[in-house]
């Protein structure tokens, strides 16, 4: 059974601030995928890594994937407030066809 | 860009009623669509993938005969709550893979939030 598994669950940070999300796998993954949830709000698509050592950045955020190590980070650089939200990964495993399992989730806060 | 829309966003109804709610591809075929239930402050669960023309596949758990999964068009797959309990209360969302791409994104739906009294 694939187990994916977020560090922190929860994250308070102050404007301006770095910090790194984590993202650890149990097995054998095709494709890992960051996603952003806001209160109420369906999820919004943040990364697609597809390949180990694949990274990719947009705006504040950077992620990255370690396929060796079953292991992905969402970096986080001079935080601003508008990135406050949940923010999950979720795993393809090699044998699931298609079909996504999540992490519980990380709760950023932004303080200003 | 691909566009997933669910109808309806939100729905009460009382225990005992069946609910359904449609997930559509707007501009695309999705050849798969899949079925997540999100509780408050939890994270996603897959309930069942859905193929067009075939049945469903259920997770682990999950009733096949308390959800029923339709899935008649390549744009659209229909959601029942077959006598829905509070328990039930739940965040609602699909998503739809196109197939394309070596299977690379699944576009998610805004959800459909469900309360049962």
């Known amino acids: 059974e694939l187990k994916v598994e977020q560090n922190p669950l929860f994250l308070s940070m102050q404007e301006g601030k770095n910090y790194t999300i984590y993202c650890n796998y149990s097995t054998t993954s095709d494709r890992l995928y960051w996603y952003r949830q806001d209160p109420g709000k369906s999820l919004e698509s943040l990364f697609v890594l597809l390949s180990n050592g694949a990274v990719k950045q947009e705006g504040r955020l950077m992620a990255s994937l370690d396929t060796k190590a079953r292991l992905s980070t969402l970096h986080i650089t001079a935080a601003v407030h508008d990135l406050s939200a949940t923010y999950f990964c979720?795993?393809?495993?090699?044998?699931?066809?298609?079909?996504?399992?999540f992490g519980e989730g990380t709760q950023l806060t932004v303080n200003p | 860009g691909a566009v997933v829309s669910q109808h309806p966003s939100w729905v009460i109804c009382k225990s005992g009623t069946s609910v359904k709610i449609e997930c559509r591809s707007l501009?695309?075929?999705?050849?798969?669509m899949f079925w997540y239930r999100q509780f408050p402050k939890q994270s996603l669960m897959l309930m069942a993938t859905s193929n067009e023309g075939s049945k469903a596949t259920y997770e682990q758990g999950v009733e096949k005969d308390k959800f029923l999964i339709n899935h008649a068009s390549l744009t659209l797959s229909t959601l029942t709550v077959t006598s829905a309990h509070p328990e039930d209360s739940s965040f609602y969302i699909c998503?739809?893979?196109?197939?394309?791409?070596?299977?690379?994104?699944?576009?998610f739906g805004p959800g459909t939030r469900l309360l049962v009294l």
């Open positions: 979720a795993v393809d495993g090699e044998t699931s066809g298609s079909r996504l399992t």
């Open positions: 501009d695309f075929q999705a050849t798969t």
């Open positions: 998503s739809a893979d196109d197939g394309l791409a070596g299977r690379e994104t699944q576009y």
